[in-house]
T-cell receptor, first 116, second 115 residues
Framework: AQTVTQSQPEMSVQEAETVTLSCTYD???????LFWYKQPPSRQMILVIR??????QNATENRFSVNFQKAAKSFSLKISDSQLGDTAMYFC?????????????FGKGTLLTVNP | DTGVSQDPRHKITKRGQNVTFRCDPI?????LYWYRQTLGQGPEFLTY????????KSRLLSDRFSAERPKGSFSTLEIQRTEQGDSAMYLC?????????????FGPGTRLTVL
């Protein structure tokens, strides 16, 4: 069974600074996808960024980028120039690729607070 | 594209009552998922539909839970004889009929409180 571990329950960062959230996962599969989702307080979950395991290049979306280390099964999220609106719960998630890819497996989340 | 919608957003019920939640996926998304999220945890998979067919059910889905997607569009999740342990946020997600990763898009959730 796949597992996703987020070892930082809470983090804080000053506005405009950079923060990195950690995620490790365990799988025996070789083809899969990894995601970071953001869940602001009392608001719905939205996709931040995704990474295909077969791609060596790290994904980037504006201020958000990942450091994907397939051999180490590590998938960290870097937020640059943090903004107050980045305050949210961040979930790392995993899904197998292939015909039966339907189930996202989530970590327990990291609560990020951006301070003014 | 109006996004995934869920109704109601909040539901308070007494133990032993039945409740039903509705999810409307993004139009033309043929895959629909239900997840449950308890306080301080990540969402946990409950069940998956491809069109109207329910292809997978988690062991978390006890016999008191039933989900349907009769016409391959909206879906309902019913909980019979609710228990306090059913209190949680119930999330619905949908994804398009394309091969590959099929990013799942989430709705706002229905927060259930069982008294």
């Amino acid at each position: 069974a796949q597992t996703v571990t987020q070892s930082q329950p809470e983090m804080s960062v000053q506005e405009a600074e950079t923060v990195t959230l950690s995620c490790t996962y365990d799988t025996s599969e070789s083809n899969y996808y990894l995601f970071w989702y953001k869940q602001p307080p009392s608001r719905q979950m939205i996709l931040v960024i995704r990474q295909e395991a077969y791609k060596q290049q790290n994904a980037t979306e504006n201020r958000f980028s990942v450091n994907f280390q397939k051999a180490a099964k590590s998938f960290s999220l870097k937020i640059s120039d943090s903004q107050l609106g980045d305050t949210a719960m961040y979930f790392c998630a995993f899904i197998n690729s292939g015909g039966s890819n339907y189930k996202l497996t989530f970590g327990k989340g990291t609560l990020l607070t951006v301070n003014p | 594209d109006t996004g995934v919608s869920q109704d109601p957003r909040h539901k308070i019920t007494k133990r032993g009552q039945n409740v039903t939640f509705r999810c409307d996926p993004i139009s033309e998304h043929n895959r629909l998922y239900w997840y449950r999220q308890t306080l301080g945890q990540g969402p946990e998979f409950l069940t998956y539909f491809q069109n109207e067919a329910q292809l997978e059910k988690s062991r978390l889905l006890s016999d008191r839970f039933s989900a349907e997607r009769p016409k391959g569009s909206f879906s309902t999740l019913e909980i019979q004889r609710t228990e306090q342990g059913d209190s949680a946020m119930y999330l619905c997600a949908s994804s398009p009929p394309v091969s590959g990763t099929d990013t799942q898009y989430f709705g706002p959730g229905t927060r259930l409180t069982v008294l």
